[in-house]
């Protein structure tokens, strides 16, 4: 059962959206929030597996809880909710730790497969508005490759290129003539020698150092 916390200062779409989550078998609804004060408190009481967080809210926002959730031990996965496609605060967010960008008029099961998604962490949320986001507000690489990138093979070089561009754990099996196992454990290596907690940062990381 994936465990989600509602954060939204508008009632009737937690209402909304509570509804669909709780018309899944494998998902449950455990915390709702008004702002990012109350999500802070809700997730320390809860410990969900996924966080669905309106950027946008009155007594603390959205980035804020954000950032102070993802200082906690073993933080959920954070999916920002927007109102629009090129959201600079989303950019930030994903750039703080979050897992992904949703608009908040995304079709129901494209919600819920997204809650999915960032829980198996296999793919990333919507791969090429991701990267059209980065690509919009991520400024030309300055900051050069950390070392760590030099300890990859030159195969997990090549995993790393497909998931930077978003591809899913099948894609990359499908195009590297690999099993999903294996891809999985190329990327869990990926992000161990990277330091980095999931595949969004992988993206970002690309972005930062010029890989992409």
């Known amino acids: 059962m994936i465990r989600v916390v509602l954060v939204d200062d508008q009632a009737l779409f937690r209402a909304g959206i509570r509804m669909l989550v709780a018309s899944q078998p494998d998902l449950e609804v455990v915390g709702e929030a008004g702002n990012g004060q109350e999500a802070i408190d809700v997730v320390r009481a809860t410990r969900p ?8 809210m009155p007594v603390m ?6 950032a102070r959730i993802l200082e906690e031990a073993d933080p959920p996965r954070i999916v920002m909710l927007t109102t629009f496609d090129l959201d600079e605060a989303a950019a930030r967010a994903i750039r703080q730790g979050a897992s992904g960008f949703l608009l908040k008029d ?12 960032v829980h198996s962490g296999s793919s990333v949320i919507a791969a090429s508005a991701t990267r059209d986001l980065f690509a919009h507000f991520a400024a030309p690489a300055q900051t050069p490759v950390p070392a760590s990138y030099g300890d990859l ?38 992000l161990t020698k990277l330091a980095l ?5 992988l993206v970002v990381f690309a972005f930062e150092h010029g890989l992409n």
């Open 49 to 56: 597996d996924v966080v669905m967080m309106d950027i946008r």
């Open 61 to 66: 926002d959205g980035l804020t809880a954000t």
């Open 106 to 117: 995304a079709d129901p099961e494209f919600l819920l497969a997204a809650i999915r998604t």
């Open 153 to 190: 093979t030159e195969r997990e070089k090549e995993i790393f290129a497909l998931a930077a561009r978003g591809l899913s754990n099948a894609e990359i099996a499908a195009r590297e003539f690999l099993s999903e196992a294996t891809v999985k454990t190329h990327i869990s290596r990926i």
């Open 197 to 201: 907690r999931d595949r969004v940062q």
